[in-house]
């Protein structure tokens, strides 16, 4: 799909941070999804109930555009991605990732894989999770480059929180 050619509707980017496990009604995750319009809807969740906020942001066409062309760009091997990604991780964060209609992928605990990580893993390990391991670093690279595209606008992404100042443009802010 074009830039030109996304509407209100259509889902350019969205991430979600779920636990597996909590204590009902504390923090249980977050949700960040930007849409083709410029809207950047942001809520926060508690845990084994509903939302808890929900903060709607409004981003330029050229902001739009700046995460749009991070995702176009890696779109061939977003589109070979599996729909479920399995690290041998079950407890922990499940983390959601939406990529244009691009790819559409749930993982539990992604995250980035260093030199002195690998040294800790089994051979074993490196051996049957390989693949997973290649599809986690193509996730997390589009998702890094998204991130510092909403940094350098005063939102702070990453797999654990979302932050942005609060003056941000166009906000409306619901709460239960």
């Not at 991780?89 to 983390?95: A, I, K, V, W």
């Not at 390989?130 to 005063?154: A, G, P, S, Y």
Request: positive net charge; hydrophobic residues 30%.
């Amino acid at each position: 799909m074009k830039f030109e050619e996304l509407r209100r509707e259509h889902i350019v980017f969205s991430y979600q941070m779920s636990p597996a496990v909590g204590i009902r009604g504390e923090r249980g995750g977050f949700s960040v999804t930007l849409y083709g319009n410029g809207n950047l809807r942001c809520c926060d969740y508690l845990f084994g109930e509903e939302m808890d906020t929900m903060h709607i942001f409004k981003l330029t066409k050229e902001e739009t555009k700046a995460i749009y062309d991070c995702i176009e760009s890696s779109k061939e091997r977003l589109r070979k991605l599996p729909n479920e990604l399995n690290n041998g991780s079950t407890g922990g964060d499940l983390n959601e990732f939406v990529f244009l209609d691009y790819a559409k992928v749930k993982a539990y605990n992604i995250r980035p894989k260093t030199a002195q990580m690998m040294k800790q893993k089994s051979f074993s390990y490196c051996r049957q999770y390989w693949k997973n391991m290649k599809c986690e670093d193509t996730i997390l690279k589009t998702f890094r480059e998204i991130c510092q595209v909403l940094r350098r606008h005063k939102i702070k992404l990453t797999l654990k929180e979302c932050r942005m100042r609060q003056d941000y443009r166009l906000k409306v802010t619901f709460q239960e």
